[in-house]
């Protein structure tokens, strides 16, 4: 262990460097873990670009993140527990534990969480810790033993996949349930994997690119629709659960119109633009809701869907870059569709 440690940090929007920086710490009793794969996710690109996606969707606000941020949330590594070495997959926040949204089971909405990779909540610091980087640490009981069927790289889609259950729980999604998928950006992926695993009757996933159509048609599903601006799933279909992670106003007009009675749907990307909506749009009791983060419960879920086979995310990865390179693996994540990538992951 060094306390001196390649990291790759968001010193403003728009500035993104990698260099060596003290180890930030994660408080008395911490865990230093070993990097061994963490994933681009599509926050931290919105991050690099003037965005704060976690205080949107959790807090309703457009807050302005701090500097020297250490960017990455979608981590494993090695970390030591009961004195020798685990494999690890980390839950990358902590919620206060006291405020009426954790009391009541919901930490996944806490106001007042520290974040690995989004520099909530740990007022002041120099740098704040991120799991971009060859060491970082992080809080007792929040490293997960990952079970050896699952490979690091694999492991980097659990915080996604605790976000897709998360999105099926407030979806509603079940047994027999009809399912649209809009958007499939890896937690679409994932949170239509997550259907079918609950037994959904069918699930229609809908995408404006090519890439991630093939990549779905490859994991089974063959209810896929190339969708463009004007129309995402065909007008005369009705589905029991839609979840939106893309929120354009286009997008989620169309949903509403797709929803069967009593059906819901559930928007993981919320943005500031509004779209008109007549209330008899929402009779026979169907309902929009917003799926934000996960709980905690999820993420052990997420782990045994993976270790399962239930899911399967093996051909997601299309590109791998060294901790070193970072800046050119946010250049082709930010060209992803000329690049054909869609998850990229980075390593030591």
Not at 295 to 301: L, M, T
Request: proline share 6%; aromatic share 6%.
């Amino acid at each position: 262990m060094t306390d001196d440690v390649l990291s790759v940090i968001l010193a403003g929007p728009h500035d993104l460097r990698v260099e060596r920086i003290p180890r930030p710490s994660a408080g008395p009793g911490a865990l230093t873990v070993r990097m061994r794969a963490c994933g681009i996710c599509g926050s931290d690109l919105r991050y690099l670009n003037g965005e704060n996606p976690w205080a949107l969707h959790t807090l309703g606000e457009d807050l302005v993140s701090p500097p020297n941020m250490v960017l990455g949330h979608e981590v494993a590594g090695l970390a030591e527990l009961d004195g020798r070495e685990e494999r690890v997959a980390i839950l990358a926040y902590r919620a206060c534990g006291r405020c009426p949204a954790c009391r009541s089971g919901r930490e996944n909405i806490c106001a007042n969480v520290q974040h690995i990779g989004h520099a909530t909540g740990w007022g002041t610091m120099s740098h704040y810790p991120g799991g971009m980087a060859e060491e970082f640490e992080v809080w007792p009981g929040f490293a997960y033993p990952l079970p050896e069927s699952v490979s690091f790289d694999e492991a980097t889609f659990l915080d996604g996949l605790a976000v897709a259950i998360h999105a099926c729980d407030r979806a509603r999604v079940g047994s027999g349930s009809r399912v649209a998928i809009v958007g499939l950006g890896p937690i679409g992926m994932l949170a239509a994997q997550v259907a079918r695993s609950r037994g959904a009757e069918r699930v229609a996933v809908c995408d404006t690119t090519p890439l991630p159509l093939e990549l779905a048609t490859g994991l089974g599903f063959d209810e896929t629709h190339q969708a463009s601006a004007e129309r995402f799933l065909a007008s005369d279909e009705e589905y029991d659960a839609i979840i939106d992670t893309i929120g354009v106003p286009g997008a989620l007009r169309q949903a509403v119109s797709n929803l069967a009675p009593g059906g819901t749907l559930a928007l993981l990307s919320v943005h500031a633009t509004s779209f008109p909506l007549a209330s008899v749009s929402l009779s026979a009791e169907r309902s929009i809701t917003t799926a934000a983060n996960n709980r905690y419960d999820d993420f052990p879920r997420a782990i045994e869907l993976l270790a399962s086979g239930e899911v399967s995310v093996a051909g997601l990865v299309t590109h791998h870059f060294p901790l070193a390179r970072a800046k050119e693996a946010f250049e082709v994540m930010a060209n992803k569709d000329r690049e054909r990538a869609y998850k990229i992951v980075l390593h030591p």
